[in-house]
């Protein structure tokens, strides 16, 4: 069994007839991979498997059953799965797919971007579970699939209260070095100092920014847009537009005090899916008109935009909090600047290609009855193929969304470019 570069680049694994070809092999984390295997009888059974792991250490897995064609091949962009851990035509589904072996409701991220993920992708003959090893005829080859792009640099952030990294800056702002273990009070003037030192880098334009969110860091970003004058464009995936469990503070005054009494009736323990979720008609009567913790996106500048994302089976049920703003922005003429996206076959998680579908994650929460926070399971929903098709359209509208609203719409950047044109004329 050996790997093999051909001519056109891509990578050949083989094993007596068997040949196993994964293209690109090597590749930032967006892309696509092809993976086919030929050299086969027709009709034959085939096993397609993927093993990877965390930077701690831990193992997932995930393995496909397909029966070869005519010619005798196996190509994930048009051949069936027969069984396995996902069933049809499923291009990403070895990557979509990955669970802990141990432990099948952790979920799977990197601790390290600076480091590719390593992915194993192995092919054999007959069908075989993942707890199995075929010995006869059995072929694999290395994936190595990169988050961070060619001069792409990694820089840790101290400045002031401000921890994180940029150039796009990932914002921490609670449980991270010296910064609080709870988030029960926000402070504005926080987010406000990381505004401000990002805006402050070289090579960044300086009169404006947007916010990547998601989940509980909906309702910081949302707030930011209403009240920091630099921050022009929200991009909320599954995010709240109603506090809960917490207070923000603005120099010293407070702005807004989220939800903090009754709030046993809004989740229960799931015991078929063995995870938390919220009460689904509690959480469609809260976002009902007139909800006084709904925050104001209203007031934000004319020339601020809100892109809200939520998926149908979203177990926080954020597709009401969702429909509930952009009823509340046409109510104020604010409809322009509201768009709302609501993906199918999704739950709460959605992240950027090709990442593991995760059903679950662990969180620390204080369940009904209880005194104290303890760490459980959260079911979160949603399908693999569901979720696999959100985030290759999702990436895409991020990337428009902060293209037009952040650099198109920059008068910086824009007389940057009648400048960088006329010294080009000059020469």
């Given amino acids: ?6 001519k056109s680049g891509r990578v050949e694994g083989r094993g007596g007839g068997l040949v196993l070809q994964v293209e690109p092999r090597v590749c930032l984390h967006d892309v696509s991979t092809i993976i086919r295997v030929t050299g086969v009888d027709p009709h034959s059974p085939i096993t397609l498997r993927a093993d990877t792991y965390t930077d701690g250490g831990d193992k997932f897995s995930s393995h496909a059953h397909y029966i070869s064609d005519e010619k005798g091949t196996v190509d994930v962009r048009n051949s069936e799965s027969v069984g396995g851990s996902y069933k049809g035509v499923f291009p990403a589904g070895l990557l979509s797919t990955l669970k802990g072996v141990t432990n099948a409701r952790v979920r799977l991220y990197k601790e390290d971007p600076t480091t590719p993920w390593k992915v194993k992708v192995t092919a054999c003959e007959g069908h075989v579970t993942q ?13 190595e699939r990169h988050l961070m792009g060619p001069g792409v640099t990694r820089v840790r952030v101290h400045h002031g209260k401000v921890r994180g990294g940029f150039a796009s800056l990932a914002l921490p702002f609670f449980s991270y070095e010296d910064l609080p273990k709870k988030h029960d009070i926000y402070e504005l003037d926080y987010f406000e100092e990381a505004v401000e030192f990002l805006l402050s880098q070289p090579r960044i334009i300086p009169d404006r920014c947007a916010l990547f969110c998601s989940s ?10 209403i009240h920091l004058e630099k921050v022009k464009a929200v991009f909320s995936v599954c995010g709240s537009v109603a506090p809960m469990l917490t207070t923000m503070t603005y120099r010293g005054k407070e702005l807004w005090k989220g939800l903090h009494n009754g709030l046993e009736k809004f989740v229960t323990y799931d015991s078929k899916n063995q995870g938390i979720i919220f009460v689904d008609k509690v959480m469609q009567d809260f976002f009902r008109d007139g909800n006084s913790f709904i925050l104001p996106c209203e007031t934000a500048p004319d020339d601020t935009y809100f892109l809200f994302v939520a998926g149908d089976e979203d177990t ?14 046409k109510l104020h003429g604010r409809e322009n600047q509201c768009r709302t996206i609501v993906y199918p076959g999704v739950g ?3 992240e950027m290609p090709y990442n593991t579908f995760p059903e679950h994650s662990y969180n620390n929460v ?3 009855g209880s005194t104290k926070e303890e760490m459980v399971a959260s079911y979160w929903a949603g399908n693999a193929v569901g979720f696999c098709k959100a985030q290759e359209d999702l990436w895409q509208q991020a990337r428009s969304f902060f293209e037009l609203h952040v650099r198109d719409q920059s ?17």
Avoid: G
Wanted: hydrophobic share 40%; glycine share 0%.
């Fill in 131 to 143: 707890q199995e090893e075929q010995k006869v005829n059995v072929v694999s080859t290395m994936m």
């Fill in 366 to 368: 204080k369940l009904p």
């Fill in 1 to 6: 069994m050996a790997d093999v570069t051909n």
């Fill in 348 to 350: 709460h998680i959605i």
């Fill in 316 to 329: 926080t049920r954020t597709e009401y909090s969702v429909q509930a703003m952009a009823h509340r922005m």
């Fill in 411 to 427: 008068h910086w950047y824009q007389n940057f470019l009648e400048e960088s044109c006329r010294k080009e004329n000059e020469t």
């Fill in 216 to 225: 509980k860091a909906a309702e910081i970003s949302l707030t930011m847009a």
